[in-house]
T-cell receptor, first 116, second 116 residues
Framework: AQTVTQSQPEMSVQEAETVTLSCTYD???????LFWYKQPPSRQMILVIR??????QNATENRFSVNFQKAAKSFSLKISDSQLGDAAMYFC?????????????FGKGMKLTVNP | GAVVSQHPSWVICKSGTSVKIECRSL??????MFWYRQFPKQSLMLMAT?????????EQGVEKDKFLINHASLTLSTLTVTSAHPEDSSFYIC????????????FGPGTRLLVL
């Protein structure tokens, strides 16, 4: 079964600095999808970024970028120029390839604190 | 992005009563929706997959008769917590994948249930 591991339960960063959140996963598939979701205190789950495993290029969304290392099964999220609004729980998630289960497999999450 | 709504956002009920939570996809059709439960400071736990026009698929350990799911249309799924008890108090979240990007799930804002 696929698993997603977020080994750091909490991290903190100074405003305007850069922070990297780690995520590793386990799968025997070659084609799949990876996601980072953000859950602020409102508890609304917000999609931050997605990565298709067949794409070698790392996904980027404004201040958010990923370092996708397929062979190492690693999917880290880098937040640049951290803002107070980035404070939230961050969940890494895995989805099997199309045609298989649509279920997302989540990591346990990581709480990010942004210090002014 | 795709928008998913939930109603109500907050509900308090007496032990033994039933509570219905609605999940709607506002700008897309969803043949599949997912229901999650989240305890404080924990990750999302998938309860069931809601399928339009057919029975829901429940995860292991989830009581089908306790958590009734009805996917009445391509934009609406409901979760009914029957004979609610204090241990059912939790945060319930739904999600749906839009047809354009079926591998990506978009989440509703969640429903906080408190059973007294």
């Amino acid at each position: 079964a696929q698993t997603v591991t977020q080994s750091q339960p909490e991290m903190s960063v100074q405003e305007a600095e850069t922070v990297t959140l780690s995520c590793t996963y386990d799968t025997s598939e070659s084609d799949y999808y990876l996601f980072w979701y953000k859950q602020p205190p409102s508890r609304q789950m917000i999609l931050v970024i997605r990565q298709e495993a067949y794409k070698q290029q790392n996904a980027t969304e404004n201040r958010f970028s990923v370092n996708f290392q397929k062979a190492a099964k690693s999917f880290s999220l880098k937040i640049s120029d951290s803002q107070l609004g980035d404070a939230a729980m961050y969940f890494c998630a895995y989805r099997p390839p199309q045609g298989g289960s649509e279920k997302l497999v989540f990591g346990k999450g990581m709480k990010l604190t942004v210090n002014p | 992005g795709a928008v998913v709504s939930q109603h109500p956002s907050w509900v308090i009920c007496k032990s033994g009563t039933s509570v219905k939570i609605e999940c709607r996809s506002l700008d897309f059709q969803a043949t599949t929706m997912f229901w999650y439960r989240q305890f404080p400071k924990q990750s999302l736990m998938l309860m069931a997959t809601s399928n339009e026009g057919s029975k829901a698929t429940y995860e292991q350990g989830v009581e089908k008769d306790k958590f009734l799911i009805n996917h009445a249309s391509l934009t609406l799924s409901t979760l009914t917590v029957t004979s609610a008890h204090p241990e059912d108090s939790s945060f319930y979240i739904c999600s749906a994948p839009p047809g354009v990007n079926p591998e990506t799930q978009y989440f509703g804002p969640g429903t906080r249930l408190l059973v007294l």
